[in-house]
Each structure stands twice: as structure tokens, then as C-alpha cells.
């Protein structure tokens, strides 16, 4: 089977977003012509296994193993094609094979859109490619290049989607797939139901020369990171700010600016990045939100990010709060 790779720009930098802006052309209004599309001979497939792409090439700059529409896949069901959109070379399709099962991988394998170790790709979806592999899409936040990236990112996002969203919210009622992938319409009732996303605010807290970090009950000894929350309905993004920072850690914050935005897949996020103005520094952890929270200076950060810090760990490379942590250390918000 051929490896139809489209073409890509070069990888991104240390602390760069992953997942955002890989210049993916998604052509909303060809979506209807989704099945006409898919029957080209350029058209190609992205193909998803449990929430994790098809991918090929050395595992620290992998990139996507792209395959031809045409193929017979396993596991692969009805209504499991979403249409992605163009990259200059042909359609670009997502495609769910999740009910393909390998020898022992039930038994081992959390299912559908949770973490998991790398799945060798079955034969005939490899074809002569030794390294075709279905790698956990977190492992690989900081090394797809920025299409791949915000390809894989996607496809995950609305495969995971539809996996979950089987049925109408209104009258119960088994949906189906329409407009590409990007629509589930109820046949009982009409009603037309869209993925979801979820705003997420996260924030650069900081008072003079410090920053507010936290730390998260179940994460791995070390590690802290900025504080983050989910948005309430009928909230502004300031007010989420303000309202995350003083329910987990009582600190009170004044001016609050929006600096960047990045789309997190797990399981369908949007982190949207922020700076806000300590105006006190007392700290009163709410235990059933953070197990710590504390204010590092810069010359700590610049500690933490070259590893020497005697207590806390660098932020993993890809995700929104070492990419803002970085900037607040370069001077670099405006």
C-alpha cells in the first residue's frame, strides 16, 4: 500500500503550541460534498485507531501516514468518515477503524480516546512501511509538525465526538452522520446537533517578579503548572479568570488580557491563554481543586526550565503553559 504523505511545513520550535495553527484549509462549504470527494483518486485518509493517528517515521519527529481513500480497512464501519479539508494536494479524511481489535489488545488496551501505549498498524493497513504505528496523540503534542499536528488534533476531536454523541439530546432518538462528519442529524425529530467544544481559561498570574503556579491532585511528583478552569455559561473570560484564581487559591486578580488560544483533544478543549494582575498574594488552597499552589520568581522559573530546580519539573513541550511561561520569561506578552 502506498504512503500518500502530504506535504508539510517545518517542525515547530521548543515551547511552541501544538495543535495550533497548522494552516489546515478546511472548506466547510465542500462538506456536503463529502462522498463525491472521498471518491477521487487524490483523496486521502488520516485513519484513527482509539484515538490515536496512523503514524510512521523515528519517534522523535514522527509525521502522519496518510493512505489512499480506495483502501479496505479493518474495523472500519459505516458513517466513521469525516471530511477534513484540502491540503493543495487532495481531500484530506479522518477514518475510525476503533472496532479493529489485534490479538491481545482488549485486554490491554484502555479503549476508545484514553491514553495508551503504541499499536503496531495490522499488515494490511502497513504495507511495506515497518515503522506505521498508532501512537497516543499526547505523546506526540510537541513532535508533528504544525499541519500534522492540527490534523490529528481534529480528527480526534470529532471521531471522539461522534463516538459519544450517538443519540439525539432531544428525543432520544438514534443520530446520524451528515455534512462531512461535522453535523449528526436525528431523523425522529430534525433537530441537527454539532461537536462540542469546551472553553478552558488558563492564566499567567503575576505579581511584579512572580508567578502563581499550582499543582493538581494525581499529577506526577514535581510537576506544577499555570492555574486553569473551565468557562461557566454566561461568563466572560475575564470573570473566569478572576472567579478559577480565588476559588483554587483565594488570590485576588485586577486586570485580566487575553494573549493566545490553543485547541487541547482530550478530549475536545480550547485552553485559552490569559494574563491577569495579582492584587493580593495570601494563598488559601482549596484541597478538592489543588493539592499546592506557590509563587516562583523568574530566576526559579528560569531554574525549572533548565531542569536544576531542586523541587519542581520543567512543563511538558507543546501545551499552552510552557508556551506562556516562556514568553513571560522572555518579555515577550505584547
Known amino acids: 500500500m502506498t504512503d500518500q504523505t502530504p506535504s508539510r511545513p517545518a517542525p ?32 486521502t485518509g488520516l485513519v484513527m485507531w ?6 510512521t517515521g523515528p519517534a522523535d519527529a514522527p509525521g502522519l501516514a496518510w493512505r489512499p481513500m480506495s483502501a479496505q480497512l479493518p474495523g472500519a464501519g459505516d458513517g466513521t468518515r469525516i471530511y477534513l479539508g484540502d491540503n493543495g494536494d487532495g481531500p484530506l479524511f479522518a477514518l475510525d477503524i476503533s472496532d479493529w481489535s489485534p490479538d491481545g489488545a482488549l485486554a490491554a488496551d484502555p479503549g476508545p480516546g484514553r491514553a495508551g501505549e503504541d499499536q503496531p498498524a495490522p499488515p494490511d493497513l502497513a504495507g511495506p512501511d515497518p515503522d506505521a504505528r498508532f501512537t497516543d496523540l499526547r505523546a506526540l503534542t510537541s513532535r508533528l509538525d504544525p499541519f500534522d499536528a492540527e490534523v490529528a488534533a481534529t480528527a480526534k476531536e470529532v471521531l471522539e465526538w461522534h463516538r459519544t454523541h450517538g443519540f439525539c439530546a432531544a428525543c432520544g432518538a438514534a443520530s446520524e452522520l451528515a455534512d462531512g462528519g461535522w453535523q449528526r442529524r436525528c431523523p425522529a425529530c430534525g433537530r441537527a446537533h454539532f461537536p462540542r467544544t469546551d472553553p478552558v481559561v488558563i492564566m499567567l498570574v503575576t505579581r511584579g517578579n512572580q508567578l502563581l503556579l499550582g499543582r493538581s491532585p494525581g499529577w506526577p511528583e514535581g510537576f506544577y503548572s499555570l492555574l486553569a478552569g473551565f468557562m461557566e455559561p454566561g461568563e466572560t473570560v475575564e470573570a473566569a479568570v478572576r472567579r478559577e484564581v480565588a476559588e483554587e487559591t483565594g488570590v485576588a486578580c485586577g486586570a485580566v488580557r487575553l494573549l493566545n488560544s490553543q485547541p487541547w483533544p482530550f478530549p475536545a478543549s480550547l485552553m485559552i491563554g490569559c494574563i491577569a494582575q495579582a492584587t493580593s498574594t495570601a494563598i488559601t488552597l482549596d484541597p478538592a481543586e489543588l493539592d499546592d499552589a506557590l509563587w516562583v520568581s523568574r530566576e526559579e522559573l528560569l531554574a525549572i526550565f533548565a531542569g536544576t530546580h531542586p523541587t519542581i519539573t520543567a512543563p511538558r513541550h507543546g501545551a499552552i503553559a510552557g508556551h506562556l511561561m516562556h514568553l513571560w520569561l522572555a518579555d515577550r506578552l505584547d
Open 50 to 55: 482509539r484515538g490515536r493517528p496512523l503514524v
Open 12 to 43: 515547530p520550535l521548543p515551547y511552541a503550541l501544538g495543535f495550533a495553527g497548522g494552516g489546515l484549509a478546511r472548506h466547510a462549504e465542500r462538506r456536503s460534498e463529502a462522498a463525491a470527494l472521498a471518491a477521487r483518486p487524490d483523496a
